[in-house]
């Protein structure tokens, strides 16, 4: 698969063809009739929105992350065995911009998957997000199915010609060899919120405040309560937070890659067992008091990742978390922005360019931002074994694109 992803990097700064007013970049060779995969990304764009300025051309081929995460998802499809049939399976879609972007990075690789029966799984609770979902992905309205029993609510035909199932949970997805995508689902998921104190640890609840009218405030159970079973006996944090939720989700993911192979990728925002008190507010993109005006702010907390890892028992292995700047450094970022950088002239581009990359790779702005965790079954590992437990499922990372440096040959 490196090769794949050199390829992919090296073509990435062939120009495009401009149909304005008749004028090209000024090549006539073969090689700059030959359609790249990059470059059929942007005359969709353009067909979808009109012309592009050069700097946004630039700009498009350097610091749009999502064809990394799509060439991740066939790397480990490659590395796997290439089986005849995957399910490409996402967790919480969002408005369904994502997935377009990853089929859009599937369909520059057709050559590759051209002999693959290629399905994708959408798991929605939302009917207004899976109506939006869908006209993202098929520019239809898609009809609720009529059978009342059917674990599918909506099905459909992506413009591409892929078919596309929408469930209500996880469970309800057909069991088989697949890829699972959870971007930014896990840190909107409920926590519980614990406190160490002097009798042991109590539950942080939600009151109401008996000096103030109409205010709400945090108070501490008066005894244990079920999720503190969440809690690891040797926690040396004075407050945690844990997600039984994210746990149950992670078991069945864990159950099924290790019986069906695949793998997932989990993007969020998070933490190694490193945090402590992560729940917070947003509204209008600025931080907003969690007990003020409740239904009126999206409330968050960080995802704990070795939370996630106690979870999947072994049962897999996991690699991660690694934060957003290592994993796209990792899969060829710099490569890319020096291919396109020897290609530029005009200093106001190579100035986007460069702005481009410190947008997603500083640690002041989105470099730290996001993390990068993947669960995959043990034989995917050089000297992986079926077998595990919990403390063991930390595994190397080396041999997995995007966790380990990638070596150019």
Same mark, same amino acid.
Request: charged residues 25%.
């Given at each position: 698969?490196?090769?794949?992803?050199?390829?992919?990097?090296?073509?990435?700064?062939?120009?495009?063809?401009?149909?304005?007013?008749?004028?090209?970049?000024?090549?006539?060779?073969?090689?700059?009739?030959?359609?790249?995969?990059?470059?059929?990304?942007?005359?969709?764009?353009?067909?979808?929105?009109?012309?592009?300025? *050069?700097?946004?051309?630039?700009?498009? @081929? #350097?610091? !749009?992350?999502?064809?990394? &995460?799509?060439?991740?998802? +066939? =790397?480990?499809?490659?590395?796997?065995?290439?089986?005849?049939?995957?399910?490409?399976?996402?967790?919480?879609?969002?408005?369904?911009?994502?997935?377009?972007?990853?089929?859009? *990075?599937?369909?520059?690789?057709?050559? @590759? #998957?051209? !002999?693959?029966?290629?399905? &994708?799984?959408?798991?929605? +609770? =939302?009917?207004?997000?899976?109506?939006?979902?869908?006209?993202?992905?098929?520019?239809?309205?898609?009809?609720?199915?009529?059978?009342?029993?059917?674990?599918?609510?909506?099905?459909?035909?992506?413009?591409?010609?892929?078919?596309?199932?929408?469930?209500?949970?996880?469970?309800?997805?057909?069991?088989?060899?697949?890829?699972?995508?959870?971007?930014?689902?896990?840190?909107?998921?409920?926590?519980?919120?614990?406190?160490?104190?002097?009798?042991?640890?109590?539950?942080?609840?939600?009151?109401?405040?008996?000096?103030?009218?109409?205010?709400?405030?945090?108070?501490?159970?008066?005894?244990?309560?079920?999720?503190?079973?969440?809690?690891?006996?040797?926690?040396?944090?004075?407050?945690?937070?844990?997600?039984?939720?994210?746990?149950?989700?992670?078991?069945?993911?864990?159950?099924?890659?290790?019986?069906?192979?695949?793998?997932?990728?989990?993007?969020?925002?998070?933490?190694?067992?490193?945090?402590?008190?992560?729940?917070?507010?947003?509204?209008?993109?600025?931080?907003?008091?969690?007990?003020?005006?409740?239904?009126?702010?999206?409330?968050?907390?960080?995802?704990?990742?070795?939370?996630?890892?106690?979870?999947?028992?072994?049962?897999?292995?996991?690699?991660?978390?690694?934060?957003?700047?290592?994993?796209?450094?990792?899969?060829?970022?710099?490569?890319?922005?020096?291919?396109?950088?020897?290609?530029?002239?005009?200093?106001?581009?190579?100035?986007?360019?460069?702005?481009?990359?410190?947008?997603?790779?500083?640690?002041?702005?989105?470099?730290?931002?996001?993390?990068?965790?993947?669960?995959?079954?043990?034989?995917?590992?050089?000297?992986?074994?079926?077998?595990?437990?919990?403390?063991?499922?930390?595994?190397?990372?080396?041999?997995?694109?995007?966790?380990?440096?990638?070596?150019?040959?």
């Amino acid at each position: 698969m490196n090769a794949l992803v050199r390829r992919c990097v090296a073509r990435a700064g062939i120009p495009c063809l401009w149909r304005g007013k008749g004028f090209s970049s000024g090549n006539d060779s073969k090689e700059s009739n030959r359609v790249t995969p990059m470059q059929r990304h942007l005359m969709y764009k353009i067909k979808s929105t009109g012309p592009i300025t *050069v700097a946004e051309y630039m700009k498009e @081929v #350097l610091t !749009n992350p999502v064809k990394l &995460i799509g060439i991740w998802f +066939v =790397s480990e499809w490659m590395t796997s065995g290439k089986n005849t049939a995957f399910q490409l399976v996402e967790l919480g879609p969002g408005r369904g911009t994502l997935m377009g972007d990853i089929l859009r *990075v599937f369909s520059q690789l057709e050559s @590759v #998957l051209k !002999n693959c029966d290629f399905s &994708i799984h959408l798991v929605e +609770v =939302s009917q207004k997000l899976s109506e939006i979902q869908a006209l993202t992905l098929t520019e239809e309205k898609v009809p609720l199915e009529t059978d009342a029993e059917s674990l599918v609510y909506m099905k459909a035909v992506t413009k591409s010609g892929i078919p596309i199932s929408w469930y209500r949970d996880l469970k309800d997805v057909p069991k088989g060899y697949s890829f699972y995508l959870a971007h930014e689902f896990f840190d909107v998921l409920p926590v519980h919120k614990f406190q160490k104190t002097a009798k042991g640890w109590r539950e942080v609840f939600v009151d109401i405040d008996p000096q103030v009218p109409d205010k709400l405030r945090f108070v501490l159970a008066p005894g244990a309560t079920p999720a503190e079973a969440f809690i690891q006996h040797d926690e040396k944090r004075d407050h945690v937070e844990v997600c039984p939720e994210a746990g149950v989700i992670i078991q069945e993911l864990s159950q099924r890659i290790a019986l069906n192979g695949g793998a997932a990728l989990i993007v969020d925002y998070g933490h190694d067992g490193t945090k402590t008190d992560t729940f917070r507010g947003f509204c209008g993109h600025q931080l907003h008091d969690v007990l003020i005006a409740p239904g009126t702010a999206d409330l968050t907390a960080d995802v704990d990742f070795s939370f996630l890892r106690r979870m999947a028992q072994g049962k897999v292995a996991s690699v991660g978390p690694v934060q957003q700047r290592t994993f796209l450094k990792n899969m060829g970022i710099d490569v890319r922005l020096k291919v396109l950088l020897d290609k530029v002239d005009d200093p106001s581009v190579k100035q986007q360019l460069l702005q481009g990359y410190d947008m997603l790779m500083s640690p002041q702005k989105m470099g730290e931002r996001f993390n990068f965790f993947a669960l995959l079954p043990h034989q995917r590992l050089h000297g992986g074994s079926q077998e595990g437990n919990a403390c063991q499922s930390k595994t190397p990372a080396s041999s997995v694109p995007g966790f380990g440096e990638l070596v150019w040959q």
